[in-house]
């Protein structure tokens, strides 16, 4: 496989398509037979990272801001002056042409024109000036992605225990192993924006998870428990199917660099929303132990989650599931949600809408508004203007939600 295919039900993270530059080095296939990616992405030092006080300030536009504008006639710094030659001669020739056949057509009416530019269907036929290769001289370097070949586990352990010239600061990469494009179904073996934004707010508010029991949900790559286990203590780095896991305790692995030295754990489990029961059978490899699912009620206060509602019947398990759990613990948890608002052109209302977002507020309304006598659910949005510790685009569709679950006494009747 030289190339991936991209079919009609083909998704595809933002995060690669705005990041040409980057190495993604693909390095084997998985159990289904996808390709494999390795990336790293730098934590930002202090000097290096971005404030965000404008949602949907992109880095990009940050860096433009800084670029001084040029004068008018300032010639390109990437071509030298006094080299124009030919291509000068050629460039004025053809202006000059263009203005003489722009004086053309303003002199015969317009009108008459237009017809010359039309194809046989009526349509606007617009001539697009020929793409020219890139030059062996050009410095930017070509996005050739490679298959080494097929989980051979002695290649492995060698590329783990390898690190590139370029990491001098070996402590400040993640390298986050996934796939580039999937099916729907598939996504969360992929690396995307709401993930980011939460591991943002994770390095802005260190003191906030400290030594804290978290529970992630719908962790997909692994990369937010990843940030977690920096600075709280146990991490339980929860999906479901075992590709995605084996994935998932992989990254972990990668990563043992930045886990280790903090004194955090990450331990990789299913939880499946659509089942009530948490996994304990001893033939399922990320199975529960009966000490960790004591563990995890008795001592979770943190529950996060990145970018996992975007399939309605998901978004409504995700919410019974937070519901169940929140509602089994004896003390109050604080859930943090990422979501990037996502726009769609729908046939149904043949209209850009967000289904998907809108569910999400709708589940989060209800969730608001119960009342059992068992947990009240408290729903907060947070301001997306977290320092920027990570490499990507923030947009102003990234929002963060919290939601605050407090027991409530029994009462008398219930004792």
């Known amino acids: 496989m030289d190339h991936i295919t991209f079919h009609h039900d083909t998704v595809l993270s933002d995060v690669h398509m705005l990041l040409p530059n980057a190495r993604h080095l693909m390095t084997r296939l998985n159990a289904v037979g996808q390709p494999v990616f390795i990336s790293k ?63 053309e057509e303003e002199e015969e009416g317009g009108e008459g024109k237009v017809e010359a530019f039309l194809d046989e269907d009526g349509d606007l036929d617009i001539t697009h000036r020929p793409r020219n290769p890139p030059k062996e001289t050009s410095g930017r370097d ?70 804290a029991t978290v529970l992630e949900l719908g962790a997909g790559t692994g990369l937010t428990s990843i940030v977690m286990a920096t600075v709280a203590k146990t991490v339980y780095c929860t999906d479901v199917g075992e590709d995605l896991l084996g994935m998932c305790k992989r990254n972990v692995t990668l990563n043992r660099h930045m886990i280790e030295p903090a004194g955090g754990d990450v331990r990789v489990r299913q939880l499946d929303w659509l089942q009530h029961d948490l996994c304990t059978d001893d033939d399922v490899e990320f199975r529960w132990t009966e000490e960790e699912v004591a563990d995890m009620y008795n001592n979770t206060n943190i529950i996060i989650a990145a970018d996992v509602c975007y399939d309605d019947d998901l978004t409504d398990g995700f919410f019974r599931t937070l519901y169940r759990l929140c509602s089994n613990f004896t003390h109050t948890c604080t859930v943090f949600i990422s979501i990037e608002k996502r726009m769609n052109f729908t046939l149904r209302h043949m209209d850009v809408s967000c289904d998907a977002y ?58």
């Open 41 to 103: 992405f730098k934590i930002l030092s202090d000097g290096e990272k971005h404030g965000n006080d404008v949602p949907g300030r992109s880095l990009k536009e940050a860096e433009e801001e800084n670029d001084e504008p040029r004068e008018d006639g300032e010639q390109d710094a990437k071509v030298p002056q006094g080299t124009a030659g030919e291509e000068g001669e050629e460039g004025e020739e053809r202006e000059k042409g263009e203005e003489r056949e722009q004086g």
């Open 358 to 415: 809108n569910h999400f507020r709708h589940c989060l309304s209800q969730l608001q508004d119960l009342e059992d006598g068992r947990c009240s659910f408290r729903v907060q949005q947070l301001p997306s203007t977290c320092a920027q510790f990570l490499l990507y685009e923030r947009i102003e569709q990234l929002e963060l939600w919290k939601v605050t679950a407090t027991p409530l006494p029994l009462e008398p009747s219930a004792i």
């Open 142 to 211: 070509l996005v050739c992605p490679i298959i080494i070949q097929q989980s051979n586990p002695v290649l492995e352990e060698e590329e783990d225990n390898t690190e590139d010239e370029d990491d001098k600061s070996f402590n400040d990469i993640i390298k986050i192993e996934h796939t580039m494009a999937t099916t729907l179904e598939d996504v969360g073996k992929q690396v995307w924006r709401g993930a980011f934004l939460m591991a943002d707010f994770i390095l802005s508010e260190p003191l906030m998870f400290r030594g």
